[in-house]
C-alpha cells in the first residue's frame, strides 16, 4: 500500500520562501515518477512539477518556473519541492503524487485522476 506523507506547508509573505517534503513508503520508491499538484479554493487541482524515478527529467508548470525546484533522494525515499518568490496565486492545498506504473515517466497531459497516488496534502498560504 502506498503512503504519501506531506509536511512543510505554513504562512509565508510574498517574496518568501518554503519547502514542502513527502516521505513515500509501501513500494520501491527508485522505479516511479513522483510530482507535485496543488489546488486553490474552487478550482480543479493543477499540475505543478514532476520528476522522473532517476531524477534526470523533470516538468514543471510555467506558472512556477524558475522559482521552484524539485528533488528526491531515492536513498531516504523522499520528494522535496522548494519554492522561492512566492506570490499569493501560489495560495493553495499541495499534494504529493506518486506515478502508478514503474519507469513511465508521467507527463503534465496526462490523466490526473487515473495516473497518481496522493498524499493528504499540505496548506500553503502566501500572504500579500
Known amino acids: 500500500q502506498v503512503q504519501l506523507v506531506e509536511s512543510g506547508g505554513g504562512l509565508v509573505q510574498a517574496g518568501g520562501s518554503l519547502r514542502l517534503s513527502c516521505a513515500a513508503s509501501?513500494?520501491?520508491?527508485?522505479?516511479?515518477?513522483m510530482g507535485w499538484f496543488r489546488q486553490a479554493p474552487g478550482k480543479e487541482r493543477e499540475f505543478v512539477v514532476t520528476i522522473s524515478w532517476s531524477g534526470t527529467s523533470t516538468d514543471y508548470a510555467d506558472s512556477v518556473k524558475g522559482r521552484f525546484t524539485i528533488s528526491r533522494d531515492n536513498a531516504k525515499n523522499m520528494v522535496y519541492l522548494q519554492m522561492n518568490s512566492l506570490k499569493p496565486e501560489d495560495t493553495a492545498v499541495y499534494y504529493c503524487?506518486?506515478?502508478?506504473?514503474?519507469?513511465?515517466?508521467?507527463?503534465?497531459?496526462?490523466?490526473?485522476?487515473?495516473?497518481?497516488?496522493w498524499g493528504q496534502g499540505t496548506q500553503v498560504t502566501v500572504s500579500s
Open positions: 509501501g513500494r520501491p520508491f527508485s522505479r516511479y515518477t
Open positions: 503524487a506518486a506515478g502508478r506504473s514503474a519507469y513511465y515517466y508521467y507527463r503534465p497531459t496526462d490523466n490526473i485522476r487515473e495516473s497518481y497516488y
